[in-house]
């Protein structure tokens, strides 16, 4: 028998996936295609193609897609289609939802630089919430890797040179340097809100404790946090003493029941805290390759 948690993080990464869908169709739809704005990325080339031929960015989003992943499927294999095939469809569907209520009307008028700043930031937040739910929309992420397969180029460098030339392409549509503009401000913010997004249950902490009841505040963080922790044997460098050194990796948002627990236990206590990036390992994100 499944145990809850098989059940429970599969379909909690899968509604992660939809609501960031549905907030990405919403905020391309709503702010950034309405204002006539070419973005990065697939939608960005889908844009084009819709500004050009009138081709709905639902349509040509959904179509790329099963070409670009038909050609991953011969290089990458099956497991990377997997993956992406959800996002795909759960996008394209997104995408036309939001083309049917909105009708291709903005919904600021006559502010197109505050609607590129909410869509970037409505966009970034969607595509933050799928990616934290281990999604893939497909689209570019496809090339850069297909290219950082073949070539000695980042997937990261990969998909920036591919923005670059799809946003800067729509001068050839509007003649219009303030649209490209626009496109690299969206560009910036998305990525921002993107990263924010995906860091924000990331952000972890390191805390070196230096207490003579070092044993009480180690039950406390057992019991109370549900935490672990090490202990190491140092010497203070003036009093030549030997002392116990607590180390503790906890998450961020802990921070300050930990420090309101040693202080009850010990308000004589030195402690250091420091920020750390990628933390490992049970209780904290899991390993991925």
């Not at 497991?79 to 049917?100: C, D, M, Y």
């Not at 073949?150 to 219009?176: E, H, M, P, T, V």
């Not at 490209?180 to 921002?192: A, D, L, R, S």
Request: net charge neutral; glycine share 10%; hydrophobic share 45%.
């Amino acid at each position: 028998m499944k145990s809850f948690a098989s059940i429970y993080h599969p379909i909690r990464d899968y509604v992660l996936i939809l609501v960031g869908t549905l907030l990405f169709g919403f905020g391309f739809n709503g702010f950034i295609l309405a204002n006539e704005v070419v973005p990065g990325g697939l939608t960005g080339i889908c844009s084009l193609i819709f500004f050009t031929t009138k081709i709905p960015v639902s349509i040509s989003y959904l179509v790329v897609n099963v070409l670009l992943l038909a050609i991953a499927y011969k290089i990458m294999g099956l497991r990377f289609i997997l993956n992406t095939i959800f996002g795909v469809f759960a996008l394209s569907f997104s995408l036309s939802l939001f083309e049917w209520l909105l009708g291709g009307k903005p919904i600021i008028d006559d502010q197109p630089f505050m609607s590129i700043i909410i869509g970037g930031c409505i966009c970034g937040g969607g595509l933050g919430l799928i990616f934290s739910a281990n999604g893939s929309t497909g689209g570019t992420d496809i090339i850069g890797m297909i290219i950082n397969k073949y070539k000695n180029i980042s997937i990261g460098r990969a998909l920036l040179f591919c923005d670059l030339i799809i946003i800067s392409s729509s001068y050839l549509i509007f003649q219009d340097v303030e649209k490209i503009v626009y496109g690299f401000v969206e560009m910036v913010v998305n990525n921002y809100i993107l990263d924010a997004v995906l860091n924000a249950n990331r952000q972890s902490v390191q805390f070196l404790i230096f207490s003579q009841k070092y044993d009480e505040i180690v039950e406390r963080i057992i019991k109370d946090l549900h935490r672990g922790c090490t202990l190491l044997d140092g010497e203070g460098g003036y009093s030549q003493k030997p002392i116990k050194v607590i180390v503790l990796l906890a998450k961020k948002t802990e921070s300050i029941t930990i420090f309101r627990m040693i202080k009850a236990i010990d308000s004589h206590a030195f402690i250091s805290q420091s920020n750390v990036h990628g933390v490992y390992g049970e209780g904290f994100d899991q390993m991925k390759t």
